[in-house]
């Protein structure tokens, strides 16, 4: 499976997240429940390779292409094995990185299933200065996988990133998915030690410097 993508969608992803830094939030819903076909604040692009880019932009242009994307059991399932031949099916969103005083982890459900490794399987992010981050550098290139990937974003904190999906086809045979779901943020916060023991460990520190003198 290929995994060196980068200058594949620099051009495209950069255009994106600029387009998108002014109205972006927190991320949202990612485990595919909002929206009556669960793709509400996610946006998608189709590819056949010949036709205009199909763009959707609102849970209801999702539903169009049924065969293409859905949602079910906290993931969304993106497949390039339907009636339209789209080899290329990616799937996207904007948010800002709340800010910390701690630690952030990007955390998701995968499974894959390619037809072949020359496939084009992807998790990515972009930041505001389109550096990528592959989320999927970890895993081994295989045919199938699944997994669960924790990816410390704590760098990105107060940064306007993209978060990118891509299953493509590259041997014809049009029968690969990508499967993602559960996707959330978590904040670890360094705990300060309790009063009572810092005054115990002073009060020790007190002794033991009174038994040198």
């Known amino acids: 499976m290929k995994m060196h993508w980068v200058m594949k969608i620099a051009g495209l992803s950069a255009g994106m997240i600029?387009?998108?830094?002014?109205?972006?939030g927190p991320l949202l819903n990612g485990d595919f429940s909002s929206g009556t076909h669960?793709?509400?604040?996610w946006k998608g692009e189709l590819d056949d390779g010949w036709s205009p880019v199909v763009s959707l932009t609102t849970d209801a242009d999702f539903g169009t292409y049924s065969t293409s994307y859905s949602a079910s059991a906290g993931a969304a399932t993106l497949t390039n094995d339907n009636g339209d031949d789209f080899y290329h099916v990616s799937l996207f969103q904007s948010f800002d990185v709340p800010i910390t005083a701690g630690t952030l982890a990007l955390s998701l459900d995968y499974e894959w299933s390619v037809s072949s490794l020359d496939d084009l399987v992807q998790a990515s992010l972009e930041d505001s200065s389109s550096v990528f981050y592959d989320l999927f550098a970890g895993v081994t290139p295989a045919m199938t996988a699944s997994g669960t990937i924790n990816y410390d974003i704590t760098g990105l904190a107060g940064d306007t990133v993209e978060l990118y999906f891509l299953v493509e086809d590259a041997d014809w045979v049009e029968t690969d998915w990508l499967r993602v779901g559960n996707i959330t943020i978590t904040e670890t916060l360094s705990m300060p030690a309790p009063p009572v023991l810092v005054l115990l460990l002073a009060g020790l520190a007190g002794l033991a410097y009174r038994r040198c003198r």
């Open 38 to 41: 669960g793709f509400e604040s």
């Open 18 to 24: 600029l387009s998108a830094a002014a109205v972006a």
